[in-house]
């Protein structure tokens, strides 16, 4: 038996925080309450002055990723092991299969590279391309792999970009097996467009990758993926959100009573578009990603959408690439491989900028870094709450604890840190991951292979929590219309 007791703190949940031990036996949560006793040969960790919080789940990563012309730094041992270390212990990554690659052949892939990871993982599908097999598939996927969620690139023309026949289909098979369509919002036409126009002004280095990404151009594909899920009748999640067009479009569905729901990245709150326009090009290619970090100005917007409740929850996007990667777009912006990290700093990030800042409470803080993620891809309770039953996923969170964010200091094997120089105040002194002891003040012992697949049930019969996609499926059949007699 493996049993750790975790003494002295306060518990956080999403719904309210208390004081109390935590005991945790083989894997699992076994106790929580006041002056619970160890059984015999039990560790012991004393948590007084510090808060146990449910392990961080990041809803989005890329490791070991292929992705123009190379694959990022981070595999899933090195990423994972660099999540538990800034607090999160479940990751969702995703299958990208290429264009016409049946799904099912990706998947196995994925499954394959993610072996090695050392913390608890699960997997988003992405439709980059459309015929019956793809049909088939998602059903496969949802009903014997736990798939519950599907991934669409409205970016990344001539590559993984959806059209609207893709998404409309997609969208509606989403419907049907209650998954949830999940949606990278930019108008991959106009990027293509305005690439071109960039360079054809000359405009060659990394500050052409912001200009021809503009908000608008996020604003409109977010705007009408809503609206073809509205049409639907099936829920959508929004990734990155990056700018006030976005969010704004959300907020409006959500008033108007539709489900959607979205995501914001630690960088896009606390990283503006002046890194573009630094005159080192490793600098300002090591910032490229998409959507691009933006105006100050739309910072306070996504701030507002989490505090609001119209945006939902936070991730990183965690997908590095060296300076040497980057370097191939060191004549053509176009060329650069787009992705930042994060994944070791999302949580101290976050706790700094919206926990110290009196922006979020501790709980909101746990909802928007934890639950809420859990309960939108169904891995809620077993993840994202510190309760009897659930994974003994936890932090031991030092509230006084500061740390300054440094590619000299973190485990992620990226050549940069996009929070370069920034102290924090609150910071994980211990991480557990499946009730193991993986994070020790600076000592890491993840265990490569470690990691488990787990498995996301679809949102239908008594599976998840009050199924939106029942909801909705009373809903139109509500609205479905009667025939006229003639
Ligand atoms: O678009 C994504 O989410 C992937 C390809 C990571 N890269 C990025 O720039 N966000
Ligand atoms: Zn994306
Ligand atoms: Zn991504």
């Not at 212990?89 to 892939?109: H, K, R, S």
């Not at 604003?219 to 809503?226: H, K, T, V, Y």
């Not at 970090?293 to 917007?301: D, G, L, P, V, Y």
């Not at 949102?459 to 998840?464: E, R």
Request: aromatic share 8%.
């Amino acid at each position: 038996m493996n049993a750790v007791l975790i003494q002295g703190g306060t518990v956080v949940n999403a719904d309210r925080e208390f004081q109390a031990d935590v005991l945790c036996v083989d894997g699992q949560i076994a106790a929580v309450g006041t002056g619970l006793d160890a059984p015999a040969g039990a560790s012991k960790l004393d948590a007084s002055g510090q808060y146990v919080l449910p392990g961080g789940i990041d809803p989005h990563t890329h490791m070991q990723l292929p992705f123009m012309g190379t694959v990022t730094m981070d595999d899933f041992y090195s990423g994972t092991a660099a999540a538990m270390a800034g607090g999160t212990t479940t990751i969702i990554d995703f299958v990208i299969p290429n264009p016409q690659q049946p799904l099912m052949e990706a998947y196995q892939t994925w499954r394959g590279w993610a072996e090695k990871a050392a913390s608890d993982y699960s997997f988003h599908v992405a439709i980059t391309w459309w015929d019956e097999s793809v049909k088939r598939d998602m059903g496969t996927l949802v009903q014997q792999e736990g798939v519950n969620s599907f991934k669409h690139f409205m970016a990344y023309k001539n590559a993984i970009m959806c059209d609207d026949e893709t998404l409309v289909n997609s969208f509606k098979r989403c419907l049907e097996l209650g998954a949830m369509p999940t949606v990278h919002a930019e108008n991959g036409e106009l990027v293509f467009l305005l690439q071109q126009e960039m360079k054809d002004l000359g405009v060659l280095g990394p500050e052409g990758h912001p200009l021809s990404r503009p908000p608008a151009v996020e604003g409109e594909a977010a705007q009408r993926a809503i609206a073809i899920a509205n049409v639907l009748n099936v829920p959508i999640y929004v990734v990155h959100v990056s700018c006030e067009e976005a969010a704004s479009a959300i907020a409006r569905a959500r008033t108007a009573g539709q489900r959607v729901y979205g995501e914001v990245l630690a960088g896009h709150l606390v990283v503006d578009d002046s890194v573009y326009r630094h005159p080192d090009f490793a600098t300002a290619a090591a910032h490229v990603m998409s959507p691009p970090f933006r105006e100050k100005t739309h910072q306070e917007a996504l701030w507002r959408g989490l505090q609001s409740g119209s945006l939902h929850t936070t991730a990183t996007d965690h997908c590095t690439f060296c300076a040497e990667q980057k370097a191939a777009g060191r004549f053509d912006f176009s060329k650069i491989p787009n992705g930042t990290g994060g994944v070791e700093e999302r949580m101290q990030v976050l706790w700094d900028a919206g926990v110290n800042t009196g922006r979020f409470t501790r709980s909101e803080f746990v909802a928007i870094t934890s639950a809420n993620a859990a309960k939108l891809f169904n891995l809620y309770p077993r993840k994202g709450c510190v309760a009897v039953g659930a994974d003994a996923d936890l932090v031991l969170w030092d509230p006084v604890a500061t740390r300054t964010l440094s590619v000299k200091t973190q485990h992620s094997k990226g050549d940069y840190n996009i929070f370069e120089g920034r102290t924090v105040t609150g910071a994980p002194s211990h991480t557990l991951s499946q009730g193991k002891l993986v994070f020790a003040n600076g000592d890491l012992r993840a265990e490569r292979g470690a990691g488990r697949y787990i498995k996301r049930p679809a949102f239908t019969g008594a599976t998840g929590h009050g199924s939106h996609f029942e909801s909705l499926a009373r809903k139109a059949r509500l609205a479905t219309p009667t025939p006229v007699a003639r």
